[in-house]
């Protein structure tokens, strides 16, 4: 930030006393900060009937005690467009109870370039919650979303050095994390790290997935109670004609009860593996499944289904599995091209599946975490 823009006021807005809508006072505002400005939210409840566009650049929107209401199910989100702007702090309450597929319909639209979102709560909502639209260079860092009716939080259309880390996902009508590439966007989402979340009870969706990607990892992350579909998935469907996956890191995550409650929300399980790849008609290559415990699995421990080839699945730790524990089920690779090696179940070590290496090496370097952004921590409140 430039010492002219420190030397900026701070502004501040402060909710209504009557709790009459505020949508045109706070667009108003957002559209007369200078770049590099700070505008304070005011702690109390603002109403918000359409969604609301943050363009300009290096400005922070703070809003700790602030919480903002949305009333309009179909317009609702707040777009972080600006270059370098920040969403720090804030409560976001959605609405709706039918599930919408619009940009206007999500709680954030983050579309600009090093754009940071950050300590933000999310309760509700007729989409998804953070949903990263062709953003680049973007931190979507410690915070809550929870009950939406899409994605919790979802990366898509070609965004690139995204940082999603430290946030909890719960109870969502859909993967929980994703990142997604269409073909029919004509871009493919790469450079995605996703670190050190705690993802839980979804009613439909996968905890945490990569369908059409490329450089992702997904690390340290713990998925709990995923209760129809896996809890972490690599891969291309046809379904939605997204594009291959590769070069994903799947690594040190805990991943536990998938697909293994008596929940009954009317919705059939998947019957698929707490960990798993699939492709077809397309490919996912060059992953490497490493260093997980995964545990309490309805179905399988760990599948590889379709066109998958150039993939390790090597030191997870399982236990309680009602399935297969590492099940192949993948055509037209040599043993060369699949390594499954230094897995146990239950402490004792598994026997390499038939078709796969125990000493071929197998490349898969996931995220470049050197080029993604730096996160500014000092905007946040210390808890």
């Given at each position: 930030m430039s010492r002219k823009s420190q030397m900026l006021p701070v502004v501040t807005v402060a909710p209504t006393a009557n709790g009459g809508d505020q949508t045109d006072a706070l667009q108003a505002a957002f559209d007369a900060l200078q770049p590099g400005q700070r505008l304070v939210l005011a702690p109390g409840s603002y109403s918000v009937s359409r969604s609301l566009t943050v363009a300009k650049a290096d400005v922070v929107i703070s809003g700790y005690g602030a919480t903002l209401v949305a009333t309009n199910p179909g317009d609702?989100?707040?777009?972080?467009?600006?270059?370098?702007?920040?969403?720090?702090?804030?409560?976001?309450?959605?609405?709706?109870?039918?599930?919408?597929?619009?940009?206007?319909?999500?709680?954030?639209?983050?579309?600009?370039?090093?754009?940071?979102?950050?300590?933000?709560?999310?309760?509700?909502?007729?989409?998804?919650?953070?949903?990263?639209?062709?953003?680049?260079?973007?931190?979507?860092?410690?915070?809550?979303?929870?009950?939406?009716?899409?994605?919790?939080i979802h990366t898509t259309y070609g965004s690139t050095n995204v940082l999603v880390q430290g946030n909890t996902v719960t109870g969502t009508g859909d993967d929980l994390i994703a990142v997604v590439s269409y073909q029919a966007d004509g871009r493919i989402s790469s450079n995605v790290l996703i670190d050190h979340n705690s993802v839980s009870g979804n009613y439909w969706g996968r905890g945490i997935a990569v369908v059409g990607g490329q450089a992702v990892t997904i690390s340290d992350n713990t998925v709990d109670g995923v209760q129809k579909a896996s809890g972490i998935l690599v891969a291309q469907e046809a379904s939605w004609n997204t594009y291959n996956a590769t070069n994903v890191v799947v690594s040190n995550n805990t991943v536990?009860?998938?697909?293994?409650?008596?929940?009954?929300?009317?919705?059939?399980?998947?019957?698929?593996?707490?960990?798993?790849?699939?492709?077809?008609?397309?490919?996912?290559?060059?992953?490497?499944?490493?260093?997980?415990?995964?545990?309490?699995?309805?179905?399988?421990?760990?599948?590889?289904?379709?066109?998958?080839?150039?993939?390790?699945?090597?030191?997870?730790?399982?236990?309680?599995?009602?399935?297969?524990?590492?099940?192949?089920?993948?055509s037209g690779c040599t043993p060369s091209q699949v390594v499954a090696t230094g897995n146990t179940l239950g402490g004792v070590a598994l026997v390499s599946p038939v078709g796969a290496s125990t000493s071929a090496t197998i490349w898969a370097g996931g995220a470049l975490t050197t080029t993604l952004p730096t996160v500014r921590w000092s905007l946040m409140q210390t808890k």
């Open positions: 609702q989100t707040i777009v972080m467009s600006g270059s370098g702007s920040t969403l720090v702090g804030v409560t976001l309450i959605g609405t709706g109870t039918t599930r919408l597929v619009t940009r206007e319909s999500t709680k954030v639209e983050v579309t600009g370039t090093g754009v940071q979102v950050l300590d933000v709560k999310i309760q509700g909502g007729a989409s998804a919650g953070i949903f990263v639209y062709g953003g680049t260079n973007v931190a979507i860092v410690n915070n809550t979303v929870r009950s939406t009716l899409a994605d919790g536990s009860n998938i697909q293994n409650s008596n929940v009954n929300n009317g919705l059939q399980p998947t019957q698929l593996a707490a960990i798993r790849l699939s492709a077809w008609p397309g490919t996912v290559s060059s992953v490497d499944v490493k260093d997980n415990r995964v545990s309490n699995s309805g179905y399988s421990g760990f599948q590889a289904e379709g066109n998958i080839c150039q993939f390790s699945v090597t030191g997870n730790v399982f236990s309680s599995i009602a399935g297969a524990v590492v099940s192949l089920l993948q």
